[in-house]
């Protein structure tokens, strides 16, 4: 699947993608600015990275409780079953693949971790 493809697929959803490099980010946005997260973030900003697995949020999901922690993560991310490997990338266009098994976003949560959001 490219970028195209997975806007066309996910139209007007927001998006959780957690990233794995050295260390783990996540990262929010619409899924219409899928092409210039892979270009600025990703391949810019994260040139070490490995994998990418994508979460489609539920509208107006707040990630946080009172104390600024993550909370109930499972309950507002589902798994798109997609990921970008950085093997797999080509120069200017991505290229997301099918997974059978994702991260679990569990493991995260009642942890203080930001949660970079890109809006339009």
């Known amino acids: 699947m490219t970028c195209t493809e997975f806007r066309e697929k996910y139209p007007k959803t927001e998006v959780l993608a957690l ?8 990262y929010r946005f619409p899924s219409k600015l899928i092409n210039f997260f892979m270009l ?8 070490l990275w490995r994998k990418i697995f994508f979460y489609v ?3 107006k999901a707040e990630l946080y ?4 922690l993550l909370t109930k993560l499972t309950e ?7 990921y970008a490997n950085s ?3 080509k120069a200017m266009a991505c290229v997301l693949k099918e997974v059978l098994r994702v991260p679990r ?3 995260f949560e009642g942890q203080k971790i930001t949660v970079t959001k890109i809006s339009e």
């Open 65 to 68: 409780n009172e104390e600024g």
């Open 76 to 82: 507002k991310a589902t798994p798109t079953y997609l």
């Open 19 to 26: 990233v794995i490099a050295d260390y783990t980010y996540f």
């Open 105 to 107: 976003l569990d493991t």
């Open 87 to 89: 093997e797999h990338q």
């Open 57 to 59: 949020l539920k509208q």
């Open 40 to 47: 600025k973030y990703i391949d810019s900003e994260k040139p």
